[in-house]
Structures are given as structure tokens and as C-alpha cells.
């Protein structure tokens, strides 16, 4: 029999992490173009407000080059805990960002942020030495280039990071197309063209019925 167990994403026990998704940061990656990144972490940031996501927004010496939070993220949630760090690197370091993580009462955490080696690695490493099972949503998280992000993931998964996208993770924590073929659709379509014509095909021939 096999060890394996499949631990999936649960959207009633996981907190969604944003980390350093900042103006001056979003220059620095490379292993995405421009608008398939800035797409990738919106349709993130749409997941977890679609699926009522506790959400927590964070940012590292915002004063210096790193900059502010992109807007879109605080529009997204403008009720979320925001976390200006004065300096810490690791976001784990900060102890408002920790409390707000306890604070949501969660044990699975999903993380994404800008560079994939520091900014993602580094709270992700601590948090599954706190005890809590931790999910990456890779192409929300961004850095240098492909060297620097395997090296990332590697070390990530070593400690038992699970790498996912934001579709796989919308997927898993809907379980079934049964509970909202509108609702998913839509999330779908806003942010895969080619999903939007599939969803306008479905809804064409459903009203022809």
C-alpha cells in the first residue's frame, strides 16, 4: 500500500499570503512576461475573495526601493490585515505578521509573493517549522529568472512546500462544478481567454435548450 497521502487545499481551514507584491519588486521578475504575472496574481487575489479566503497583505521597507503594495491588491481586499514590515526580509520575523496568520485560526497556508527565493522560501521554510502545512501558488510568485526560481522550489519542496498554480488551486478548493458553474466560470473566463470562449459555448448551447 502506498504512503502516499493526498492532502488537499481546503478552503475552510487555509489562509491566503501575500508577500511583497510591491511596485518596485514587480520589476525584478523575469520568469513570467509582465501581463502573464500581473494576470497570474489577480486571478489569485480572485480565487481567495471567491472563495471567502481569510487574506493577509504584506509589504517589506515600503519606504525604500521595494515601493508600495500593488493597488489592485488593496483594492481586492480593503478590509485585510496589512502588514507594513519596517525591514524584516522574512516576513516570519515580524511578529504582527505571525499574529495575523494565528489570528485566522487556519492550518494550511497559501503563499505567494515577489522574489520566489526571499520573500516566499523564506516564510514558507518557517511556517512549516511552525507546524502549519504550506502550499506555493508558483505563478503568482515571481523572481530573477529560472535558475534562482528552481533553486527555489527545490528548497521549498525539500521541507514539504507544495507547489501549485492558481487554476490547480481554484480546482481543488471547488472540488465539484456542481457547486457553482457560474460563479467558477466567471472566475475562469476573467482570466483565461481561451476559458472565456469555452464558458460563452457552454452558455450558448445551455440557453438553446
Known sequence: ????????????????????????????????????FKNNVLALADSAKYFKLPTI????????????????????????PFIARPGQINAWDNEDFVNAVKATGKKQLLIAGIVT????????????EAGYEVFVCADASGTFN????????ARMQAAGVQLMTWFGVACELHRDWRNDIEGLGALFSNHLPSYRCLINSHLSASTKK
Open 1 to 36: 500500500m502506498s504512503a502516499f497521502q493526498y492532502n488537499r487545499l481546503d478552503k475552510n481551514d487555509v489562509a491566503v499570503l501575500l508577500v511583497d507584491h510591491q511596485t518596485g519588486l514587480t520589476n525584478l521578475v523575469h520568469d513570467f512576461s509582465p501581463d502573464d
Open 57 to 80: 497583505l504584506t509589504t517589506s521597507f515600503e519606504d525604500g526601493p521595494n515601493g508600495p503594495l500593488v493597488p489592485e491588491l488593496k483594492e481586492t481586499f480593503p478590509d485585510a
Open 117 to 128: 527565493e526571499v520573500c516566499v522560501a523564506f516564510p514558507a521554510l518557517s511556517a512549516v
Open 146 to 153: 529560472k535558475t534562482t526560481r528552481d533553486a527555489a522550489w
